[in-house]
């Protein structure tokens, strides 16, 4: 997708401080951290959302979650951390191109905060 902000992110296009990359996967800070640890974790390949994830995909979030777990480890916040996905604009994704939030470094309020 030549307009995704996040594909482009994905072929350093765009600038991001990565935190981890792969053949497949890619995580990078938030720009606009809401937590001391705030990274995104994204599929190189654009998709757009959970919804539209086809079958052949889950192994690629099973991969993701791997990765999500390696993160929260190497940034000293396995004790608890927060993982979120917005899907869609009702459920409030601003950024069309499927990511996981992974936030911690403080303590997580519910709900959402
Ligand atoms: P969403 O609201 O779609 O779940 O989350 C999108 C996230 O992407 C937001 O937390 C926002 O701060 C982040 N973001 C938007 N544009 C950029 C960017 O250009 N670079 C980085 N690193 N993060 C971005
Ligand atoms: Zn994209």
Same mark, same amino acid.
């Given at each position: 997708m030549s307009d995704c902000i996040f594909c482009k992110i994905a072929n350093? @296009?765009? $600038?991001s401080q990565v935190v981890y990359e792969d053949d497949l996967i890619m995580a990078f800070n938030d720009i606009q951290p809401q937590a001391p640890v705030h990274v995104l974790v994204v599929p190189k390949k654009h998709i757009k959302d959970i919804a539209s994830l086809s079958d052949t995909d889950y192994d690629l979030m099973g991969r993701i979650f791997k990765i999500i777990n390696k993160i929260a480890k190497e940034k000293g916040i396995e004790d608890g951390f927060r993982i979120v996905n917005n899907c869609g @604009?009702?459920?409030g994704q601003s950024v069309g191109h499927l990511h996981f939030h992974i936030l911690g470094g403080r303590q997580m309020q519910? $709900?959402?905060g």
């Open positions: 350093k @296009e765009i $600038p @604009e009702k459920g519910w $709900p959402p």
